[in-house]
């Protein structure tokens, strides 16, 4: 973990902060995906010697896998929630009598549930759509870090 | 007088699509994908018309007026369909596939015995998924128009034929969403008539059929026994699961230009999906006050007249030819999206990538396709033709029970599984087909009474054994002799991360 956050702020290029991994500082739209820096590490300055420029470029990589990981724990996290939320209505409607009731006049339960399915699903696009636009965002930055820099001639 | 003038407006407004997209289709990129220029709300829309059948639109309005709450269930699980989409599938497939699902599932696996596994599944569930379609949309047509079937199914499949043909993917995505904005503008044009009657109040609409027709109409359905309750379960998680495995909808990701836009697509279609379910909940309510569940059953046992019968009470018969019209381009457009889905199995998976090994020329595969899409939609209507006659109730539900047991694991553990292997692939896609089919043909859909496994729909089980075989493939299989794809660290990030790890293009 201490070295994905180390790669991923040494994924930056020498003109972009280098304390990028703290949220308030994040140079991208909305929050930092990365989550907050590992106290301690701090990121070498890069120079453009070719060593420095492939460890960026690997750094920058590394980056981008967390990214790659983060999102698809996120994924998986928003998917199981919500087909298990969804599971809730047919086998409350068609196995009990507990969605029978009325909610608000000839409102019943199961139709509070049915269109509550349908928020769930919608502000969940949305919510995804924000996160994964926030993930572009790193890897944009992530790699800005490996290709920023001068190549050696 | 009126109708055969809005049908040959809409004919002449789909053919001039047709002529204007086939001078941009001179490739195979352009014939299958559209370029992947298609927008975010272009595909949005589009996807929203691969789910407005004239089953979905037609149908369950009419069992929401036949029964209230329980016709609501038919589509209760489009929003965690959409969901799904979102998460597992839409950028995934954007980022890794080219013309077909069997090209996703090559970047990892460039298997030949895999793509034609996944390229025999796209032909099969495109097949049940084109007949049903064709026989359903040819007997509406022959109802509403007074025309014969074969005439009506000749008509369908004549047209479809032609946008398909010349105006490739960018012709079938225009008609989609033309059609979608007419079933919208149509569909919330009847409900606003029918709020009108009751002040604008969707409860006091739902009041007055609780009055008219008794707590039944807004209380969810208790299946009799625990078979049929199991059976309603296994169709929800069909449609929940199976939707993401349909391969029209999942080309239809592969249009767009980038990442950002197929995310962009789930999210209109999401909103497209739900306004229309609520204007439909309207409507269904709307029939059964103002025509009457007995009127409506006398016309079709099913419901499936109920919107027009609701539409000449309220609107007259100028409303109905124009919601006929609208029924037809409903019936041939989301035909057409099927079409080219299984053509791309057919031409680009099974000729180009199995038999010639990938060794052809664009214009090769550009006729081969051509081909294809001839000798697809000539199949089509030849079985439907002899079909008529037969109950196809059974084949919209292999279609979605067999998308959900075979495409949905193999993409799932494509993506997010690392051990995942060339014969979990194989030995799932092949279980999940196989056990959908069987288990179908020994259900009560097809055997009657005395069938051998209770429940009409199989996902409930034939899902899970996709699954297991997956897993079990995967674990048996011996990784040696299957040719290596992409690294799965990569696969991962380029799934996740457009580009991977390369500098990021401008879309």
């Not at chain 2, 997209?21 to 975010?40: C, D, F, L, P, Q």
């Not at chain 2, 509406?140 to 008509?155: N, R």
């Amino acid at each position: 973990m201490k070295t994905l956050h180390a790669c991923a702020a040494n994924g930056l290029s020498s003109n972009q902060p280098t304390n990028m991994g703290k949220r308030d500082e994040w140079p991208g739209r909305g929050r930092n995906p990365l989550g907050p820096p590992r106290h301690g590490l701090t990121a070498p300055p890069v120079r453009e010697t070719a060593a420095q420029i492939v460890l960026a470029e690997d750094a920058s990589r590394h980056a981008l896998d967390l990214i790659a990981r983060r999102k698809k724990t996120l994924i998986f996290g928003l998917s199981t929630g919500a087909f298990l939320f969804f599971l809730a209505l047919p086998i409350l409607s068609f196995f009990t009598t507990a969605l029978d009731g009325r909610a608000v006049g000839a409102l019943t339960w199961a139709y509070v549930l049915m269109f509550a399915q349908f928020a769930m699903g919608l502000i969940c696009i949305h919510f995804f759509i924000a996160r994964a636009a926030a993930f572009d965002e790193a890897a944009r930055v992530a790699r800005a870090g490996s290709s920023g820099g001068r190549r050696p001639s | 007088m009126i109708t055969p003038l809005f049908f040959a407006l809409i004919i002449v407004a789909s053919l001039a699509i047709t002529w204007w997209a086939a001078r941009r289709n001179a490739s195979s990129t352009s014939h299958y994908v559209a370029e992947a220029k298609i927008s975010g709300w272009q595909n949005g829309m589009a996807i929203t018309g691969d789910f407005l059948s004239a089953a979905t639109f037609l149908g369950t309005t009419g069992a929401i007026a036949l029964s209230g709450i329980s016709g609501f269930y038919l589509v209760v699980a489009v929003p965690i369909a959409f969901l799904l989409l979102l998460l597992v599938i839409a950028e995934p497939l954007r980022n890794l596939g080219k013309f077909t699902v069997a090209d996703m599932l090559a970047t990892r696996f460039p298997s030949r015995g895999l793509r034609a596994v996944a390229a025999v599944n796209t032909l099969l569930v495109s097949a049940f998924f084109m007949i049903a379609q064709f026989v359903g949309g040819g007997l509406l047509i022959q109802l509403i128009f007074g025309i014969p079937y074969a005439l009506a199914l000749l008509l369908v499949g004549g047209l479809m034929t032609v946008y398909v043909l010349f105006g490739g993917m960018l012709a079938v995505t225009w008609i989609q969403i033309v059609k979608t904005s007419l079933v919208l503008v149509t569909a919330a044009v009847l409900a606003v008539m029918v709020l009108g009657r009751y002040g604008f109040d969707p409860l006091a609409l739902l009041d007055a059929a609780v009055a008219a027709f008794g707590p039944k109409v807004v209380t969810p359905p208790h299946p009799p026994t625990w078979a049929r309750g199991l059976d309603a379960l296994s169709y929800q998680i069909a449609v929940a699961l199976g939707v993401a495995g349909l391969p029209h909808v999942l080309i239809r990701f592969l249009t767009v230009p980038d990442d950002r836009a197929a995310r962009q697509s789930v999210a209109v279609a999401g909103w497209t999906m739900f306004a229309f379910l609520i204007v439909t909940t309207i409507i269904g309510y709307g029939a059964a006050l103002v025509v009457g569940p007995a009127e409506i059953a006398k016309l079709n046992p099913a419901g499936t007249l109920a919107v027009m019968q609701l539409a000449r009470a309220l609107a007259g018969d100028v409303f109905v030819a124009f919601l006929s019209v609208v029924v037809f381009a409903t019936v041939i457009a989301v035909l057409a999206g099927v079409a080219i889905a299984a053509s791309g199995a057919f031409a680009h998976d099974l000729y180009t990538n199995v038999l010639r090994r990938g060794d052809a020329t664009d214009r090769e595969r550009l006729v081969a396709a051509r081909i294809a899409v001839a000798v697809v939609c000539g199949f089509a209507i030849l079985l439907s033709l002899g079909a008529r006659d037969l109950n196809l109730t059974f084949l919209g539900s292999l279609s979605l029970a067999t998308a959900a047991s075979t495409n949905f694991p193999a993409l799932l553990f494509t993506v997010f599984w690392r051990r995942f292997n060339v014969h979990g692939a194989i030995w799932g896609m092949t279980t999940g087909l196989v056990t959908s089919a069987v288990l179908v043909a020994i259900s009560p859909t097809v055997m009657g009474p005395d069938a051998w496994f209770p429940l009409s729909n199989p996902a409930i089980v034939s899902t899970p054994l996709g699954f297991a075989a997956c897993i079990l493939g995967t674990l048996l299989g011996r990784e040696s002799t299957a040719p290596r794809g992409l690294p799965y660290d990569e696969i991962l990030l380029r799934a996740m991360i457009r580009d991977g790890a390369e500098p990021r293009r401008t879309a």
